[in-house]
């Protein structure tokens, strides 16, 4: 396989969700690019920053909601080099510096958020997320008698990556289909999910449901966490856009045979929701946890106001 056959199996493997969570999406898409630009070295500046381009557009579009890929790609990508070598050099440093800041982030978030976790919490989380995972990892392995609530999270059921995941951490687990959120929350202590990105007023876009664990835990008076790295900010709200949430395919939700006798219905596969400010209590990043209103300052000391993608 050539370079740029690599980089469209990654780009591939992350639209079908092989790779999948917007923290290993980021980092797969930086390393996918970092491996690409080594077979650039003999182009001329102009052709080489063309094709750079159009390397990071394939890996971008992929997946349009966790903004944690185009943040990535952007960080690995911006070089001041004036000649190919020095570019490549830069790109290549980048991308290491990217990818090793995503896995020590995940430790550190998990030591700081398990602060946050008390002996005998009942904890609920939704889909599949590391960041979230490493908080009740991390609070385990400090003794903590704890137990989770996994939701099923339909359609992908990300869930029983969980479930699994948690079963093999010796953590005891019960799972229960989304539409039991509410019923369930009396049960829970407090709330913990990941996220695909949050915006500049402190708005998390995560996995589809998140919306309903974090207003039943209003609801029920728990307090709702988020786990997330500080490339999960999204500059791109410090301009006003909004977060684009991705539509997925039907076949997801419904057989496309059993849809093909139903003329008369059309599925809608939403795969993220926004969870407004209100409803979130603490932000746990790697480098402290904040309340959601301090988003602003995330992105301005964290990405940098400059930073576009
Ligand atoms: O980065 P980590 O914490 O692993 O995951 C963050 C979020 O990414 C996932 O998206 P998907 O399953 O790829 O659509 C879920 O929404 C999860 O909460």
New binding site residues.
């Given amino acids: 396989m050539n370079a740029m056959e690599d980089l469209n199996t990654t780009a591939e493997k992350i639209k079908t ?1 092989e790779i ?6 980021a980092v797969a898409a930086s390393a996918a690019l970092r491996a690409y630009v080594m077979s650039l070295k003999s182009l001329p500046m102009s052709e080489f920053n063309v094709k750079l381009e159009e390397a990071a557009k394939i890996l971008v579009d992929t997946r349009p909601t ?1 903004v ?1 890929l185009p943040n990535a790609v952007a960080l690995t990508k911006r070089h001041s080099a004036t000649n190919v070598y020095d570019a490549i050099d830069e790109i290549t440093k980048n991308a290491e510096k990217f990818i090793t800041n995503a896995e020590q982030a995940l430790g550190k978030i998990g030591k700081i958020g398990a602060e946050r976790i008390h002996d005998g919490d009942v904890i609920m989380t ?7 995972l490493s908080i009740i990892k991390k609070a385990f392995d400090q003794g903590k008698d704890i137990s989770v609530i996994a939701t099923e999270s339909r359609p ?1 059921r ?1 869930g029983f990556i969980t479930i699994r995941e948690l079963n093999d951490y010796g953590i005891p687990t019960t799972l229960i289909v989304d539409s039991a959120v509410r019923l369930t929350m009396k049960e829970v202590d407090l709330v913990v ?4 990105s949050i915006s500049v007023n402190g708005a998390l876009i ?2 589809i449901g998140t919306s309903q664990l974090a207003m039943a835990a209003q609801e029920a008076r728990r307090n709702v966490i988020v ?1 997330a790295e500080t490339y999960k900010f999204s500059p791109r709200t410090l301009l006003g856009e909004m977060v684009e949430i991705e539509d997925r395919a039907s076949d997801e939700v419904i057989d496309s045979e059993i849809l093909k006798e139903l003329p008369n219905v059309k599925v809608k596969n939403p ?2 929701d926004v969870t407004p400010a209100e409803y979130i209590d603490l932000i746990i990043t790697e480098v402290g946890a904040f309340p959601p209103a301090m988003a602003f300052t995330i992105l301005r000391d964290y990405l940098g106001l400059e930073m576009q993608i």
């Fill in positions: 969700m999948r969570g917007a923290g290993r999406i966790a944690s939704h889909c599949n997320s590391h960041a979230a992908r990300q999910v990941g996220a695909d995560n996995k786990a795969a993220f």
